[in-house]
T-cell receptor
Framework: SAVISQKPSRDICQRGTSLTIQCQVD?????MFWYRQQPGQSLTLIAT?????????ESGFVIDKFPISRPNLTFSTLTVSNMSPEDSSIYLC?????????????FGEGSRLTVL | AQSVTQLDSHVSVSEGTPVLLRCNYS??????LFWYVQHPNKGLQLLLK??????LVKGINGFEAEFKKSETSFHLTKPSAHMSDAAEYFC??????????????FGAGTILRVKS
């Protein structure tokens, strides 16, 4: 199964700043996703990171707020822009393997952001 | 569109007693169903998956789940709880449709507490 590394694992940020989260996978994967898990809540899909093209965003999420890059099959970044305390969440990178079961995801350990 | 309802937000059991975490789903198509576990400050880990093969699915750490189409349920069980099972559990439905493509929907989660 894919091994996913996310950086940073946690950070405390000031209001109005931006932070980029990196996701590195140890094997080539078809799909990469970014999820948000707000305190005490379930996971919400932010977007699908597409290699070499713009990410596909879910309703309620926009590129200006959450720009995403995916330059190759094993790496993606998510930026949380102009942060406010409402952005305090765990952000999770997940992947679907090239020859895996559709819908079976592997997750990084998450990046826990606290915005002051 | 599909949806997932986890009937209990919290479940508390004594060590050595059975575990039952309930999940009902709604899907217009033939779904794949998953259970994920999230230990504190960790990413999500796949426990087990149903993908239209055997209706009784065995997963890791002694967990299993039974797909019951007539009841639209996919409850997670374990005969004997261990202290290390204390975590949050997410039921997830995945379906591929012409309208939505491949969509994953997470349940709200059930926090399992194991008492010694």
């Amino acid at each position: 199964s894919a091994v996913i590394s996310q950086k940073p694992s946690r950070d405390i940020c000031q209001r109005g700043t931006s932070l980029t989260i990196q996701c590195q996978v140890d094997s080539q994967v078809t799909m990469m996703f970014w999820y948000r898990q707000q305190p005490g809540q379930s996971l919400t899909l932010i977007a699908t990171a597409n290699q070499g093209s713009e990410a596909t965003y879910e309703s309620g999420f926009v590129i200006d707020k959450f720009p995403i890059s995916r330059p190759n099959l094993t790496f993606s970044t998510l930026t949380v822009s102009n942060m406010s305390p409402e952005d305090s969440s765990i952000y999770l990178c997940s992947v679907e393997e090239l020859r895996g079961v559709i819908g079976e995801l592997f997750f990084g350990e998450g990046s826990r952001l606290t915005v002051l | 569109a599909q949806s997932v309802t986890q009937l209990d937000s919290h479940v508390s059991v004594s060590e050595g007693t059975p575990v039952l975490l309930r999940c009902n789903y709604s899907s217009s198509y033939s779904p794949s169903l998953f259970w994920y576990v999230q230990h504190p400050n960790k990413g999500l880990q796949l426990l087990l998956k149903y993908t239209s093969a055997a209706t009784l699915v065995k997963g890791i750490n002694g967990f299993e789940a039974e797909f019951k189409k007539s009841e639209t349920s996919f409850h997670l069980t374990k005969p004997s709880a261990h202290m290390s099972d204390a975590a949050e559990y997410f039921c997830v439905v995945s379906e591929i449709s012409m309208e939505y493509g491949n969509k994953l929907v997470f349940g709200a989660g059930t926090i399992l507490r194991v008492k010694s």
